[in-house]
Nanobody, 120 residues
Framework: QVQLVEAGGGSVQAGGSLRLSCAASGVIFSTNFMAWYRQAPGKERDLVAIVRRDGSTNYAESVKGRFTISRDNDKNTVNLQMNSLKPEETGVYYC??????????????WGQGTQVTVSS
């Protein structure tokens, strides 16, 4: 059974930084994309950043230049460095990964989420 476990959330003042990490465990044959999503209170879950196996990345327009996503293919981990945080970026951050597991099928797995609170 594959699990994604996030860490690194917390509370920070506007302009501060946080680093989120996510580790995938279990029987994993391959991992395609790894990504971070954010769900603000009362809103839908939105993509923040994604990194593909080849290292290519995409970011939400609002975080470009401030957030950096990185991954370690050997360890099946993904990190999100968040700088110059804004209050509107408060929410639950979810790690997601497209993984080929022991069933040899590919599916998207989700972490349990980690709370990020940015105060003004």
């Amino acid at each position: 059974q594959v699990q994604l476990v996030e860490a690194g959330g917390g509370s920070v003042q506007a302009g501060g930084s946080l680093r989120l990490s996510c580790a995938a465990s279990g029987v994993i044959f391959s991992t395609n994309f790894m990504a971070w999503y954010r769900q603000a209170p009362g809103k839908e879950r939105d993509l923040v950043a994604i990194v593909r196996r080849d290292g290519s990345t995409n970011y939400a327009e609002s975080v470009k230049g401030r957030f950096t996503i990185s991954r370690d293919n050997d360890k099946n981990t993904v990190n999100l460095q968040m700088n110059s945080l804004k209050p509107e970026e408060t929410g639950v951050y979810y790690c997601a990964a497209e993984i080929r597991d022991i069933s040899l099928l590919t599916r998207v797995y989700w972490g349990q989420g980690t709370q990020v609170t940015v105060s003004s």
